[in-house]
């Protein structure tokens, strides 16, 4: 059955592109040598079609509230225009609907980025409490998105847009955007490298595609962006979590404001989880002989017992296999995993393997 197309889908295939289904969508792979796309974007620049992310404009009055009350992280953080804020949005058991990014434009609207895979449901979750909110939710299918990575992402990307939005796109700092007319530019990302996100009409898509092309982007698949995003150490929604684990069990503590007298959904459950103590923890892996790491092995942590790899791939900034695993919270040092059942030792390291270019782990 054939997917969905983004607007650039006609540029892929004739570019020749491996494409595959992805949460519906039909999205390359690679162009040619994913290991090369993987550099492109640590070493210059590259670029990805994630026209297939849904944003969500709310608008109201009673949007900060219901967001608050939505989302783990505290949206009370978000006070400048144009500032953006990365949380997950709860169960009432804790368990992790979807993870998102939340941009505040002003008091009366902000924009979410959902996943493609859980926009329909993360739809239908909202709107459901939008509603009684008086807060109006609008999809944006009418956008188009590309984003810009890489060390030299701002140097090429920043010319190709008008001059109104190269000014502003040129100020913002880490984890901020600015509405631009139609556009909307972002500087975020989920590389581990500096770089854009930017929305625009999908009309438009196809000759800003090709002018960051021209201009020496080179463009990338889904193959490079999940070898990026596990060096950087960023989780994939319903591998590294999904609604059967919390975000305290997904190394994302951070993302969640547990003090202060805010309620949201999800919150009581983490409370007493916190309270407890998780029984499992989601940690960095790196191969110590040779394999790949995959999703689902085992891994046996000794007498704290086993768990499984929920990412792996073969990174090719360490030149080793690299992954991320839930084990019992007591695992440390060196763990097992079964490899095509022959155990291979692997070491717990600290994320991220990578950032900015940078080896952050030891060999």
Known sequence: MMGQRTPLYDLHVAAGARLVDF??????????????????????????????????????????????????????????????????MLRADGGVIDDLIAYFLDEQWFRLVVNAGTAAKDLEWIRERARPAGVSLTPRRDLAMIAVQGPQAQAKALPLLRPACQARAAGLGPFFATPCGEWFVARTGYTGEDGYEIML???????????????????????????????AGMNLYGSDMDERVSPLESGLAWTVALDGDRDFIGKEALVAERSRGSARKLVGLLLLERGVLRSHQQVVAGDAGSGEVTSGTYSPTLERSIGFARVPAAAAGTVQVDIRGRLVPARIVKLPFVRNGRILVEL
């Open 23 to 88: 949460g519906g969508w039909d999205l390359p792979v690679n162009y040619g040598s994913q290991i090369e796309e993987h550099r492109a974007v640590r070493c210059d620049a590259g670029m990805f079609d994630v026209s297939h992310m849904c944003a969500l404009d709310l608008r109201g009055t009673g949007t900060r509230a219901l967001l608050a009350q939505l989302l783990a992280n505290d949206i009370g953080r978000l006070t400048v225009p144009g500032k953006a804020l990365y949380s997950c």
């Open 201 to 231: 009409p999908s009309g438009g898509a196809p000759a800003f595609w090709n002018a960051l092309q021209a201009a020496g982007v080179r463009p990338c698949g889904l193959g490079a962006r999940d070898t990026l995003r596990l060096e």
